[in-house]
C-alpha cells in the first residue's frame, strides 16, 4: 500500500498523559499536514511541512502540541499533557498538487 | 479569516434522485478539491479542480469549478445508497499554502 499511513488508529489515554502520533506521507510528497476533525465539523489545519521545514502552524497549536518531520519523510505530531478537548481524530495529509489523506488516529482522553 | 462555505449542511434523499451541493468563498482559489469521508476514516479525495469554469466528470458525479474561481459544485445523478456520506470541499487561497476545508455536507440517500 503506497498510500498515507498513520499509526495507531485509535487512542485512549488518560487526562495529562502525553500522546505521539506518527504519520508515513507518499514517498514522492513533498508537503505534509496535519489537521484535527470533531464529530460533525470539517478538518481542521494545524501545521504544515515542505520537506523537514514547518513552514506553518494554526492558531489551535497550542504549546502542548508539537510536530516535527526530521528528515522530510515521516512525521510526528505529540500533545503533552493531554486534555478532554484534545479528543478528536488527527488526520495527516501529503501532496505534490492534491492532498491525500490517511486513515487518521482517533483520540479519546478520558 | 478564510472561510468556506458548504450548502446545505444535510440532505436526505431517496434512491434514484438528483442532487447539487455548493461549496463558496469570497476570495479566489488556486485549487479546489471535493473529497468523500465515511465515519471513522479519513477524507477520500474525489477530484482537483484548477481552472475557471472547469467541469469534470466522475462516473455519475459533476463537479464544476465557478468562472471566477470562488466557488465549486458537485452534481450527483441517480444517486445511490453507497453515495451516503459526507463530502468536503477544501481550497487552496495560493500555491503551496495550506488547505481550508468547509463544514461539508452530509448526504443520507435512501434505499
Known amino acids: 500500500d503506497t498510500g498515507v499511513s498513520q499509526d495507531p488508529r485509535h487512542k485512549i489515554t488518560k487526562r495529562g498523559q502525553n500522546v505521539t502520533f506518527r504519520c508515513d506521507p507518499i514517498?514522492?510528497?513533498?508537503?505534509l499536514y496535519w489537521y484535527r476533525q470533531t464529530l460533525g465539523q470539517g478538518p481542521e489545519f494545524l501545521t504544515y511541512f515542505q520537506n523537514e521545514a514547518q513552514l506553518e502552524k494554526s492558531r489551535l497549536l497550542s504549546d502542548r502540541f508539537s510536530a516535527e518531520r526530521p528528515k522530510g519523510s515521516f512525521s510526528t505530531l505529540e500533545i503533552q499533557r493531554t486534555e478532554q478537548g484534545d479528543s478528536a481524530m488527527y488526520l495527516c495529509?501529503?501532496?505534490?498538487?492534491?492532498?491525500?489523506f490517511g486513515q487518521g488516529t482517533r483520540l479519546t482522553v478520558v | 479569516t478564510q472561510l468556506l462555505e458548504q450548502s446545505p449542511q444535510f440532505l436526505s434523499i431517496q434512491e434514484g434522485e438528483n442532487l447539487t451541493v455548493y461549496c463558496n468563498s469570497s476570495s479566489v482559489f488556486s485549487s479546489l478539491q471535493w473529497y468523500r469521508q465515511e465515519p471513522g476514516e479519513g477524507p477520500v479525495l474525489l477530484v482537483t479542480v484548477v481552472t475557471g469554469g472547469e467541469v469534470k466528470k466522475l462516473k455519475r458525479l459533476t463537479f464544476q469549478f465557478g468562472d471566477a474561481r470562488k466557488d465549486s459544485s458537485l452534481h450527483i445523478t441517480a444517486a445511490q445508497p453507497g453515495d451516503t456520506g459526507l463530502y468536503l470541499c477544501?481550497?487552496?487561497?495560493?500555491?503551496?499554502?495550506?488547505?481550508?476545508f468547509g463544514p461539508g455536507t452530509r448526504l443520507s440517500v435512501l434505499p
Open positions: 495529509a501529503s501532496s505534490l498538487a492534491s492532498a491525500f
Open positions: 514517498s514522492e510528497h513533498n508537503r
Open positions: 477544501a481550497g487552496e487561497y495560493d500555491y503551496g499554502q495550506n488547505f481550508v
